[in-house]
């Protein structure tokens, strides 16, 4: 069966920690899609990556890096140098094979200042 | 750009009524999305349209059923509204089932008295 893991439920920081969000998958499929998207308190959720499972090279984009091992089959998220205005609900998820989207139960990140 | 518009943003219903939740994308985006989210659970398909003239269950279309207007617009509709139905409401859309870049609007909350 498809499943995405976010173990997390909450992580609070100080602004300018560096934060890592985890999220394990388990999929039968060995051609599938990750996701991670963000929920900020305005409650739209915003797409931030989205990785094929042949690409396991990590990706870097600003403040925002993805960490994709498909050995422990796991898609982390890190965030380094937070800000306040990174405080939201993250979700992964895992795009089945038959195109619908998998979540997990989503991580809320406090960023304090 | 409106990008996905939800209406209404707020909804509260006594058990037995019935409402239609309407969205409408802007974005010429052959598929669509209803999700729901529920403390504790993520994001969970309720029912998507591939395209205009098609729609398919999701991973929890009881109680609810839909509607594709037309490319624009897929309702969501409850015919006789329970509490276990209470829950915050997504409307999604992309180009196709591929979940590249799922579009989100800005939910409704619903409460089931």
């Known amino acids: 069966a498809q499943k995405v893991t976010q173990a997390q439920t909450e992580i609070s920081v100080v602004e300018k920690e560096d934060v890592t969000l985890d999220c394990v998958y388990e999929?039968?499929?060995?051609?599938?899609?990750l996701f991670w998207y963000k929920q900020p308190p305005s409650g739209e959720l915003v797409f931030l990556i989205r990785r094929n499972s042949f690409d396991e090279q990590n990706e870097i984009s600003g403040r925002y890096s993805w960490n994709f091992q498909k050995s422990t089959s796991s898609f982390n998220f890190t965030i380094t140098a937070s800000q306040v205005v990174d405080s939201a609900v993250y979700f992964c998820?895992?795009?089945?094979?038959?195109?619908?989207?998998?979540f997990g139960t989503g991580t809320r990140l406090q960023v304090f200042p | 750009n409106a990008g996905v518009t939800q209406t209404p943003k707020f909804q509260v219903l006594k058990t037995g009524q019935s409402m239609t939740l309407q969205c409408a994308q802007d974005m010429n985006h052959n598929s669509m999305y209803w999700y729901r989210q529920d403390p504790g659970m993520g994001l969970r398909l309720i029912y998507y349209s591939a395209s205009e003239g098609t729609t398919d269950k999701g991973e929890v279309p009881n109680g609810y059923n839909v509607s594709r207007l037309n490319k624009r617009e897929f309702s969501l509709r409850l015919e006789s509204a329970a509490p276990s139905q209470t829950s915050v409401y997504f409307c999604?859309?992309?180009?196709?089932?591929?979940?590249?870049?799922?579009?989100f609007g800005s939910g409704t909350q619903l409460s089931v008295l």
């Open positions: 998820a895992l795009e089945d094979n038959t195109d619908k989207l998998i």
């Open positions: 999604a859309s992309n180009l196709d089932r591929t979940n590249e870049k799922l579009f």
């Open positions: 999929t039968r499929d060995t051609t599938y899609y």
